[in-house]
């Protein structure tokens, strides 16, 4: 009998391995983030089950990034003057080209997006919010807000 030879870079991650993976890049990328960060915020880091929980937590306002182990990622924010708000930002899949796509994606500065917001370091959680209703989704507020720091600099 012969074994059979299986291409690692086809295997899918196990969705463990898959949270894990991002879990770390978003640790690096709030790391990083911290020299930037003013505002009196709370964060607390729950693993439970192989759920990984940040949450982020200011006056009356909350941010949270929940990783599930089921594979799936989404994040959170709840602020005292607008409806929740949640947004899958990844849905797992058994392709393992989707999922590098993903973690590349949090890599190349996804992660610290996500960083910028839950700091507030790009503008405060109630402006970000006012863009997220309708067909606005997290990435694209924040394209918004970037665009529009940027035009204020100049």
């Not at 870079?9 to 911290?34: N, W």
């Not at 006056?59 to 708000?85: P, Q, T, V």
């Not at 849905?91 to 507030?120: H, P, S, T, W």
Request: glycine letters at 6%; proline letters at 1%.
């Amino acid at each position: 009998m012969r074994k059979k030879n299986v291409d690692s870079s086809q295997v899918p991650l196990m969705k463990s391995e898959l949270v894990a993976t991002a879990f770390e890049i978003l640790m690096e990328a709030y790391i990083g983030s911290l020299g930037r960060c003013s505002s009196g915020q709370k964060v607390t880091i729950t693993i439970k089950s192989y759920n990984r929980y940040i949450k982020f937590s200011g006056f009356r306002e909350y941010f949270d990034i929940c990783l599930y182990k089921s594979g799936d990622i989404d994040i959170k924010m709840r602020e005292s003057c607008h409806a929740d708000y949640l947004e899958r930002i990844y849905e797992y899949k058994e392709d393992r080209a989707q999922q590098e796509a993903f973690l590349e994606k949090l890599k190349d500065g996804f992660a610290m997006q996500i960083m910028d917001v839950a700091n507030c370091s790009l503008v405060d959680y109630h402006s970000f919010m006012d863009m997220l209703h309708g067909d606005w989704h997290f990435k694209e507020a924040y394209e918004y807000f970037t665009k529009l720091v940027e035009g204020c600099k100049v």
